[in-house]
């Protein structure tokens, strides 16, 4: 039996209510609106699952009747979407927060707020609480779909703090507001269950929990039909949707029933978890027409000491075995990851072994980082003892191996035609995407941003691939 708890339409009602209550606040000050709509300026910081809260956020703050602006100085509400994942990410949120207690006091009626991962933690909200004075809205990852009613609390009350620790909660009909036109994040689950050594992410987002299946696939052919060209399944562990959940639907399944529905349209995931990624998932991706080439499978470490260290529940052999099975079902997919150099106790040989894994896969990209030790997990408190510098140095090493695969791999691509979304015009050029998640920079109609098109490759800097628009889908 699943202890997830959907809330309930009335709630989402009472919340409407709480945004009417905004609305009406801010034409009182403004005397009756003479000075059109109150303006938010919401910055996300982190990963996708944050980027896709924003568009929630936003979606409140639009049916409250605020306009959007990218500029702190013009903003009635700023709001901070936070990530914890990293001290650096946090250490950035802290001085940019900083740099807003000018604003409030020049014009006090600006109210500032954080939510997000990095405010769920005890101690950031104690800290913001004491050295902050200026913030007047703090709320956690439980209670986003309460953004209305704590507004306008804050707005009318005073400071608030809410981020209850309450678990196993998934709120549906949260209005959107998405900034893309033709790619869209579409969240599956929520929270994660598996407690790698290193992550703050089961502790600040909860337990996971999966979406229903039918409302999913509702949501994927609404998007269809209103024009997105891709849509990208969200969570912290994708492959492992349905776990514990009554409906009997898992991964594999849901893609096939995306896949099922009518259109040209490009699926994509994130993240998946090595020790959840099966043969059938492989196959499943084999014989859906709709799924992208390209799956992001994050390893963290080429070493099985440190993966045991890490919690991650799989070898490097497994790992291994997983991309060889891919590749024999799949020709031609393609694989980005995650790595961690500098876990606790790492030594040159297991750091060697990582850079051999990487060798031996050939990922198309890498997203690379440092470890760094978050409050309250296993792996903050395990011993240490290498330098930073020799992190660091290893860590210039890594990327200097990836860089020269990912430099062969786009050579070996000259002269190869392929299918990409065409997804910005700057500079006079367009920039269309390969499923890879390759960029290809091409020339042609600004007009063109949005569509789909057969690209020729004709050459290949370090970063970037260089061709021309064979034709227009
Ligand atoms: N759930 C996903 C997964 O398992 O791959 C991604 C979660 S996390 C937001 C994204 C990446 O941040 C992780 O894959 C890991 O490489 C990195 N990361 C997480 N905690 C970290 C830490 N304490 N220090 C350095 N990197 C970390
Ligand atoms: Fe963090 Fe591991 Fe969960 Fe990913 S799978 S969110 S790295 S605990």
Known sequence: MSNIRIIAPEEMERQRG???????????????????????CVRTYGCQQNVSDSEHIKGMLAEMGFGF????????????????????????????????????RRRPGVLIGLCGCMVQQEHVAEKLKKSYPF???????????????LLYEALTDGRVFERPAVDGVIAEDIPIHRDGKFKAFLPIMYGCNNFCTYCVVPYVRGRERSRDPDRIVEEARQLVREGYREITLLGQNVNSYGKGADHGVDFPELLRRINAIEGDFLI??????????TPR???????????????????????????????????REQYLD????????????????????????????????????IREVGFTSLF?????????????????????????AWFREMTAAQEEIAAAQSAAMVGQTRRALIETAENGYLEARLPENIVVRVEGDPALVGRRAEVEITGARSWILLGKIAEVL
Do not use: W
């Not at 905004?22 to 000075?35: I, L, N, P, S």
């Not at 060889?324 to 031609?332: C, D, E, K, Q």
């Open 268 to 277: 994509r995931f994130m993240t998946s978890h090595p020790k959840d990624a």
């Open 368 to 392: 690379t980082f440092i470890f760094s030790p978050r409050d309250g997990t296993p792996a903050a408190k395990m011993d240490d003892p290498v330098p930073a510098e020799e992190k660091s």
């Open 18 to 40: 709480y945004g009417e209550k905004v609305r009406a606040y801010y034409a009182a000050r403004r005397g009756g609106g003479e000075y059109g709509a109150p303006l938010a």
């Open 69 to 104: 602006t990218e500029e702190p100085e013009q903003a009635d509400l700023i709001l901070f979407n936070t990530c914890a994942v990293r001290e650096h990410a946090q250490d950035r949120v802290f001085g940019n927060v900083g740099a807003l207690k000018n604003i409030k």
């Open 322 to 357: 997983l991309i060889a099975y891919a590749r024999r079902v799949i020709p031609g997919i393609s694989f980005t990851s995650d790595v961690i150099v500098g876990f606790p106790g790492e030594m040159r040989e297991d750091f060697e072994q990582t850079l051999s894994l």
């Open 135 to 149: 913030v007047g809205l703090v709320f956690g990852t439980h209670v986003l779909h309460r953004f209305p009613e």
């Open 281 to 315: 998932l492989f196959d499943t991706i084999a014989a859906c027409e709709k799924v992208a080439r390209h799956f992001h499978l994050p390893f963290q470490s080429g070493s099985n000491r440190v993966l045991k260290a890490m919690n991650r529940g799989y070898t």
